[in-house]
């Protein structure tokens, strides 16, 4: 329990200071949003496409871990809208809580990889993200457009954003130069590697900026269902599917690890802009942030 909570600890530490210079304001209100849309279009694409670029991808099941992780989020997702009527939510809650419910923080993801398996760890979370993010930006869209949140003109713009996600077009460029070759010549691999250096440690402090903890008074069936299933039910699957598909294990605990993650901060981004509940949205990303940093060690001490 040591070595996890060593390797977790200061990746909380400085999503707490993230936190305290949110609540300060520190340097201005101004000065954050800018630095994550630094950190989302620049930094962390570069480090995805340094390291799929020169990544040995073969030291990864990547069928199995798209089995694993794929498999879990489909089927809750699945499983949410069966049960929305029970949920008893407005359609603008239930896109918040769908979000909530399959949506993972990438930057803790591959921070806490990196932490607990070092570079094969990195790798390992960069396949998880290559194969995730774009299918969780279709589930969460077209849960805005089945739940009539938007009309066809944003169906459009959510189409093209999705084509042009950063995130998207850096692992499809890192495994571009991995599958021909290339790799990252000359110069150009030390300044990409160097550009994403910076991107765990200021994403995470940005993840503790996004954080309000005034949301948290509100406390109703959907933030419980949309936790629960995203730090209890989640987990507990993929859990069940590393077994049965004997994962190794690094991947089996970089599965549980983005299974176990926190909703992401963009999430209120897309409620606010495609009609969700946003002040619902911050309560779940707040709740699930702060609730993560007890669960996420107890969830990989169990098959430590």
């Known amino acids: 329990m040591e070595s996890i909570t060593g390797a977790l600890g200061p990746l909380f530490l400085l999503i707490l200071f993230g936190a305290m210079l949110g609540y300060w304001r520190w340097p201005s209100d101004s000065f954050w949003p800018q630095m994550e849309r630094l950190i989302y279009f620049v930094l962390f694409p570069a480090m995805l496409v340094a390291t799929l670029a020169s990544a040995d991808v073969s030291q990864v099941p990547v069928t199995r871990l798209a089995l694993v992780l794929l498999g879990a989020m489909t089927l809750f997702g699945l499983l949410l809208w069966r049960f929305r009527t029970w949920l008893k ?9 769908f979000q909530g419910a399959v949506r993972f923080n990438t930057y803790v993801g591959v921070a806490g990889a990196a932490a607990l398996h070092g570079s094969l760890g990195t790798t390992t979370a960069a396949v998880a993200v290559a194969l995730m993010v774009p299918v969780v930006n279709v589930m969460c869209v077209a849960s805005f ?10 169906v459009g713009k959510s189409v093209i954003a999705l084509i042009k996600n950063p995130l998207i077009l850096a692992c499809l460029a890192g495994i571009g130069l991995n599958l021909s070759g290339l790799g990252l010549p000359g110069w150009s691999r030390d300044t990409v590697e160097l550009l994403g250096r910076a991107a765990l440690p200021l994403g995470l402090i940005a993840v503790g900026v996004a954080l309000r903890p005034a949301a948290l008074l509100r406390v109703d069936r959907g933030v419980l269902a949309t936790t629960s299933i995203k730090l209890l039910l989640m987990p507990a699957l993929v859990l069940a599917f590393t077994w049965l598909l004997q994962l190794d294990p690094v991947s089996r605990d970089v599965a549980l690890l983005f299974a176990a993650l926190p909703t992401a901060t963009s999430a209120y981004i897309l ?8 002040e619902l949205m911050a309560a779940i990303i707040t709740g699930q942030t702060l609730l993560a940093m007890l ?5 990989l001490r169990l098959v430590s």
């Open 89 to 97: 939510l407005t359609p603008a809650a239930f896109t918040s809580v």
């Open 145 to 154: 457009v089945a739940a009539g949140t938007l009309g066809g003109a944003s």
């Open 295 to 299: 669960t996420l060690p107890l969830w």
């Open 271 to 278: 409620a606010r802009q495609l009609g969700g509940d946003a």
